[in-house]
C-alpha cells in the first residue's frame, strides 16, 4: 500500500524561503561585482579601439600624425581660405573637433564614444541637432571642398553649463607643445610608452601640491565611473597601445620632457611656468603655437577641453560636482 507523501509544513517552507533569501543576498554583491568589472573592461577596449582607429588613420596622414583639427580645418593661405594648404589652426586643436574630425572621416561611431561605465547624465551619445532632425551624425557638414571637416552640433562640455551636452566620456592628451611635437603621431615613442594619450577623465586637480582637497575630488562623479568609490580609478591608454587600469594616477606615470631624465607626473595635471631648462620655458624645445600661456610643458595632461579653445589658452573642462 502507498504511502501518501507528506506535505511541507507552513514552518519548513518558511526555513527554505529564508534560506534561499540568504543565498540570494550573498550571491547580489558578487554579481554585481563582476558586471561592474565586466563594464570595466569594456570600457578599457573601448578606449583601446578609438587609439588604435587613430594609429591606423596615422599611416595615412602627413608625417604619420595623429588626427589633428588643426591639420584638416587651417588658416588662410595667402589670405585666401585653400582646402589642405595653409598652416596649423591651433586654435581648433580642441576635443570637441577632435572626436567629430574623427567621426565624420568614419574611423569609430559615437556609441564608442560613451563609456560603459559612465555615471554623468550631462554625457549622451550624439543623436544630432535640430537642423537635421535629430537623424544622428551629420555627416553633410563633412565637405573638404567646401573647407567643411565636420559636424559642428557635436560637444565636448563636460560640466553641462546652459543645458549643453558632453558627447564623450574620454579625456585625451592636450594637443599643444612638446606633447604634439613629441608623441601626437604613429612613431617610436620617446617615453618607452609611458605617456597617457587617451582614457577616464579625472576629477577638478586645482593644485599640484594638494590634489585631492576638497570637494572637487571627493564629490566628483569620476570616482563613480569603476569599482572604488573612495579612490580614483580609470583606463588609460599609452603611447605603445598597451592599456591599463590607473589607480589614483601619482607615482605610476612618468615622462621624458625632451632628452632630459625620467620624472615622475600626475597624470592629469598640467604643469607650466619656466624651470630654465626648456621643459617649461616658453622659448625651449617644442615651444610653439597652441601652447597654453607660452607654456611647452612636457608632462602628460589628460582633460576634455573646451570647445572656445585659443591658441594662448587651453585649460580642461571638467565634471560639475554632485550634490
Known amino acids: 500500500m502507498k504511502k501518501t507523501p507528506r506535505a511541507f509544513t507552513l514552518v519548513e517552507l518558511l526555513v527554505v524561503i529564508a534560506i534561499i533569501a540568504v543565498l540570494v543576498g550573498l550571491l547580489l554583491p558578487a554579481l554585481a561585482k563582476a558586471q561592474q568589472q565586466a563594464k570595466s573592461v569594456k570600457d578599457l577596449t573601448q578606449v583601446q579601439n578609438i587609439y588604435k582607429a587613430w594609429l591606423t588613420a596615422?599611416?595615412?596622414?602627413?608625417?604619420?600624425?595623429?588626427?589633428?583639427?588643426?591639420?584638416?580645418?587651417?588658416?588662410?593661405?595667402?589670405?585666401?581660405?585653400?582646402?589642405?594648404?595653409?598652416?596649423?589652426?591651433?586654435?581648433?586643436?580642441?576635443?570637441?573637433?577632435?572626436?567629430?574630425?574623427?567621426?565624420?572621416?568614419?574611423?569609430?561611431?559615437?556609441?564608442?564614444?560613451?563609456?560603459?561605465?559612465?555615471?554623468?547624465?550631462?554625457?549622451?551619445?550624439?543623436?544630432?541637432?535640430?537642423?537635421?532632425?535629430?537623424?544622428?551624425?551629420?555627416?553633410?557638414?563633412?565637405?573638404?571642398?567646401?573647407?567643411?571637416?565636420?559636424d559642428e552640433g557635436y560637444s565636448a562640455q563636460i560640466a553641462?553649463?546652459?543645458?549643453?551636452?558632453?558627447?564623450?566620456?574620454?579625456?585625451?592628451?592636450?594637443?599643444?607643445?612638446?606633447?604634439?611635437?613629441?608623441?601626437?603621431?604613429?612613431?617610436?615613442?620617446?617615453d618607452g610608452g609611458q605617456r597617457g594619450m587617451i582614457g577616464n577623465r579625472a576629477w577638478q586637480i586645482t593644485s599640484e601640491a594638494t590634489p585631492l582637497?576638497?570637494?572637487?575630488?571627493?564629490?566628483?562623479?569620476?570616482?563613480?565611473?569603476?569599482?572604488?568609490?573612495?579612490?580614483?580609478?580609470?583606463?588609460?591608454?599609452?603611447t605603445d597601445g598597451h592599456g591599463a587600469m590607473a589607480e589614483g594616477p601619482f607615482g605610476e606615470v612618468q615622462y621624458r620632457c625632451g632628452n632630459s631624465e625620467l620624472k615622475k607626473d600626475i597624470l592629469h595635471f598640467c604643469e607650466w611656468g619656466n624651470d630654465g631648462v626648456g621643459c617649461y620655458s616658453s622659448s625651449g624645445p617644442g615651444a610653439g603655437p597652441g601652447t597654453p600661456n607660452g607654456a611647452t610643458s612636457g608632462d602628460t595632461w589628460l582633460g576634455i577641453f573646451p570647445n572656445n579653445v585659443t591658441a594662448t589658452a587651453m585649460i580642461p573642462a571638467f565634471d560639475a560636482l554632485l550634490p
Open 58 to 150: 596615422a599611416n595615412e596622414l602627413e608625417r604619420n600624425r595623429l588626427p589633428t583639427p588643426g591639420y584638416a580645418n587651417r588658416l588662410a593661405f595667402n589670405g585666401v581660405q585653400v582646402p589642405g594648404q595653409g598652416n596649423e589652426d591651433v586654435a581648433r586643436n580642441n576635443s570637441k573637433n577632435l572626436y567629430s574630425l574623427c567621426l565624420a572621416r568614419n574611423m569609430f561611431n559615437t556609441e564608442i564614444l560613451i563609456g560603459p561605465t559612465e555615471v554623468n547624465t550631462v554625457v549622451q551619445e550624439y543623436r544630432g541637432t535640430a537642423a537635421n532632425n535629430f537623424g544622428g551624425y551629420d555627416f553633410t557638414q563633412y565637405n573638404p571642398a567646401q573647407d567643411k571637416y565636420w
Open 160 to 190: 553641462g553649463s546652459g543645458g549643453a551636452q558632453c558627447n564623450t566620456s574620454y579625456a585625451h592628451l592636450a594637443i599643444i607643445g612638446l606633447r604634439k611635437n613629441l608623441v601626437w603621431f604613429k612613431a617610436f615613442s620617446p
Open 213 to 238: 582637497a576638497g570637494d572637487a575630488f571627493s564629490k566628483s562623479p569620476t570616482l563613480r565611473l569603476h569599482q572604488d568609490e573612495k579612490n580614483w580609478e580609470g583606463n588609460i591608454v599609452y
